[in-house]
């Protein structure tokens, strides 16, 4: 990225690169994150980005978001749009990065609560129901995270 700011190649696609730090991790999901969060997740609309890497950007922009003092609101909808039961490996790795030092323990664990967690008496519940039921547990591991 710093070559590309040498030899003024910013437009059209990274016009809005400030920080082009990404040098944290050898994978290259989560370099691509990192150079997002470092430049607020405003890079390469314009360009063919693997899915694995905007997969990986956008758990970051989300898990970002996880602080101790995060609402159970906020903290419910972070785990569900960031898919900690298949994403789980990806979400440990973007854990290394730096700009998530301080968040990092708190995010590790929930990751790690509901990794343990049976989910598999929900596929006895009703379609319908199986999201609330859903909500209930992911209630339970955030008070017990807390």
């Given amino acids: ?24 991790h050898v994978d290259q999901e989560v370099r691509w994150s990192e150079l997002q969060i470092n430049n607020n997740f405003d890079l390469g609309q314009n360009l063919p980005i693997p899915n694995v890497c905007k997969n990986a ?21 972070v785990i569900k749009n960031s898919h900690f039961i298949r994403d ?13 030092n301080k968040n990092r323990d708190y995010i590790l664990k929930i990751s790690k609560e509901i990794q343990n967690t049976d989910f598999s008496f929900l596929s006895d519940t009703p379609n319908e129901k199986v999201e609330a039921e859903k909500i ?9 995270c807390k």
Avoid: R, V, W
């Fill in 1 to 24: 990225m710093k070559k590309i700011i040498s030899l003024g190649l910013l437009d059209p696609f990274f016009s809005k690169l400030k920080a082009p730090n990404c040098d944290s």
């Fill in 57 to 77: 950007s956008n758990i970051l922009k989300n898990i970002s978001q996880i602080t101790k003092k995060s609402s159970e609101e906020d903290l419910l909808s």
């Fill in 88 to 100: 789980e490996k990806t979400i440990t790795k973007l854990c290394s990065l730096p700009n998530l």
């Fill in 136 to 144: 209930k547990i992911y209630k339970e591991i955030i008070h017990k």
